[in-house]
């Protein structure tokens, strides 16, 4: 270990420490939203992680002017001149808003703390009173979309803590905030459409339309446009109010998890080991094989576990969420549809461990690798900019550790005699520095 490193990490490990403690303290606190960016346009029901950008030059125009040029367009996509004037009277820019979209933290939470959280021992008890608390609602639910209870109450839990928190910001606001000097103004310009077209469909008034800085909604954090294909109307009020109906929230959820593919009584994955020898690049998402393909490759259940009932033939991918070191999963399509909902595999892991603790399982019988925290925001382009100069295609440096960046960083270890996991280490990155 260089110098340089030994120096660094305290500091690093302090910055762990305190996240912890902090995650602790807010154990109950929604767990999804303290990690939300805006999501692309072709994205999930939810406010999710976005690529840092450089900040974005300072708009030309006034907002009263952009607010002018908008209105003709909202009048176009058939908004009525009296709901416009009504959401946009006396509304100006929200500068935390702004302040919250071009901040990029430069630590991330190690999945670990972040799995505490969300399977922490408050969540899980009051998880499982309103299991009980809603069981002829959650029969119903089952009954018309063939989602699992488990399922729902866990994205309820992570999205909103069981719906105490929502977030408190102006949508409105919040989308033409962010419509107007935002680094994706045609994405917040649909979305800020969509919700004019919740007032004007009356499910909720404007002063009452609150939820995150990036306009994520209600007790399950729907963005606009997803509330628009896949808002719910279960309590039959006329209303699709998943602000304050827990009835209409939880139908949204399992309306949106249906349309993404979720299968009723199907697990969502479970834990393996890998046997020695085992080639890590045979850990990516793109790879789907029967689950008895993979074990007949060697894979092995832990001591004390057992296979899930029924998925021995169902198409599975391996996850590595902190490389060959930790611990390893083979996912199913259950996971893959809440990927869908918020694509992030901690988050998806979490809600289905969460999902698991309601009943009694979700436990990790592996151990994570704590000893090597994530890398941070900087480190992550540092080590795509030395993967780049070295030949291996890391894509741009932005950070984020996507498909071409695993890609290279796989070439770089199989390059070093490391399991080719495609995992970013401290290890690898100090390698690439020398020279």
Request: proline residues 6%.
């Amino acid at each position: 270990m260089s110098l340089c490193l030994t120096l660094r990490w305290p500091f690093r490990q302090f910055m762990a420490a305190t996240s912890f403690i902090l995650l602790v303290a807010c154990a109950e606190k929604p767990i999804a939203a303290a990690e939300a960016s805006l999501p692309t346009a072709s994205g999930p029901a939810v406010q999710t992680a976005a690529a840092p950008a450089d900040t974005p030059a300072m708009p030309t125009q006034s907002f009263e002017d952009w607010e002018a040029g908008f209105r003709v367009q909202a009048l176009q996509a058939g908004i009525s001149a009296a709901i416009f004037d009504h959401a946009f009277a006396g509304l100006a820019p929200d500068p935390s808003v702004v302040t919250a979209d071009r901040s990029q933290p430069e630590f991330s939470r190690p999945v670990w703390e972040y799995l505490e959280g969300a399977i922490s021992p408050v969540r899980v008890r009051k998880g499982q009173a309103l299991l009980a608390q809603n069981a002829d609602l959650l029969s119903r639910l089952e009954a018309r979309y063939g989602v699992d209870r488990q399922a729902l109450i866990a994205v309820w839990g992570m999205e909103s803590s069981f719906g105490q928190f929502q977030g408190d910001k102006s949508v409105i606001r919040s989308l033409a905030t962010l419509a107007y000097e935002g680094r994706r103004p045609d994405f917040a310009q649909s979305q800020l459409i969509a919700a004019l077209q919740i007032l004007q469909n009356g499910d909720i008034a404007p002063e009452r339309m609150l939820g995150s800085w990036a306009g994520a909604m209600g007790q399950t954090q729907f963005i606009p446009t997803t509330y628009a294909t896949h808002a719910v109307d279960f309590d039959g009020d006329g209303r699709r109010d998943i602000w304050n109906s827990s009835a209409d929230a939880l139908a949204s959820t399992a309306y949106y998890l249906q349309s993404s593919g979720w299968q009723r009584g199907q697990p969502w994955g479970f834990e393996v080991q890998l046997a020695p020898g085992f080639d890590y690049n045979l850990a990516d998402g793109v790879v789907r094989k029967p689950v008895s393909e993979w074990m007949q490759m060697g894979l092995t259940l832990p001591v004390g576990t057992q296979m899930p009932a029924g998925a021995d033939n169902l198409s599975a991918a391996l996850l590595l969420p902190t490389g060959y070191r930790g611990p390893a999963f083979l996912v199913l399509d259950n996971f893959r549809a809440v990927l869908k909902y918020n694509n992030s595999s901690s988050y998806a892991l979490a809600v289905s461990l969460l999902a698991q603790k309601l009943t009694g399982g979700g436990g990790i019988v592996g151990n994570w690798p704590k000893d090597d925290l994530p890398l941070s925001r900087s480190e992550r382009m540092e080590l795509q900019n030395l993967l780049s100069a070295r030949g291996y295609d890391a894509g741009t440096p932005d950070g984020i550790i996507g498909a071409n960046t695993r890609k290279a960083i796989r070439q770089a270890q199989q390059q070093f005699s490391e399991p080719p996991d495609g995992y970013a280490t401290h290890v690898l990155l100090e390698r690439l520095r020398q020279p």
